[in-house]
Every structure is written in C-alpha cells, then in structure tokens.
C-alpha cells in the first residue's frame, strides 16, 4: 500500500500550488480522501476532505472559498488545489485514506 504526495515546494504569498496523492495497493475508489496539514509545532489539521465517489467535499474554515479537493478515481489520483496562499499554510501536507492509509508528506512553503 502506498501513497505518494507530490506537488509541494516555495511559493510566494498569493500563488497557487497544486497537490497530487497518487495511490496504489488498495481499491482507492472504496475510501473516503482527506488532506492533512501540520505546521511546526502544531499538530495535524484537516483541510479538506473528498468522498469516495467525488460527489461530497469539506473544508477547514481556514482554507474555505481558496483551496479546492477533488479526484480521478481512473487515475488512483486526489489532488489539493491551493491558491492565494498564505504564511499560515506554511506546513508539511499529507493525504489520507480513511480510514487508515497515510501519505508520507508533501513540505509546502509560503514565504516572500
């Protein structure tokens, strides 16, 4: 079982970043898909959350009407969408397979 982030990296306050979570060894379509986040010395927060079939989606407050979660089930895919970022979601992001796949981490980096 895997699942692998990528998408991370330095962005200037106000850009976009796009996050992938590519999964494999399980039957990715049967879980619900949630990305995490956790910035130094907090602890792990979650952004946002997808259903299995795509067709229900969360948020945090604090991401809400910025960030957008989706998936490509044909892909084994779920992606975090983050625009006008900020500071604040400085943070290590990881995906999660409900109820008990964890990706290893994706650094995300908001800084001028």
């Known amino acids: 079982v895997q699942l692998v982030e990528s998408g991370g990296g330095l962005v200037q306050p106000g850009g976009s970043l796009r996050l992938s979570c590519v999964a494999s060894?399980?039957?990715?379509?049967?879980?619900?898909m949630m990305w995490y986040r956790q910035a130094p010395g907090k602890g792990r927060e979650l952004v946002a959350a997808?259903?299995?079939?795509?067709?229900?989606?969360n948020y945090a407050d604090s991401v809400k009407g910025r960030f957008i979660i989706s998936r490509d089930n044909t892909k084994n895919t779920a992606y975090l969408q983050m625009n006008s970022l900020q500071p604040e979601d400085t943070a290590v992001y990881y995906c999660?397979?409900?109820?008990?796949?964890w990706g290893q981490g994706t650094q995300v980096t908001v800084s001028s």
């Open positions: 997808i259903s299995n079939t795509g067709g229900s989606t």
């Open positions: 060894g399980f039957t990715f379509s049967d879980h619900d």
């Open positions: 999660h397979a409900w109820p008990q796949y």
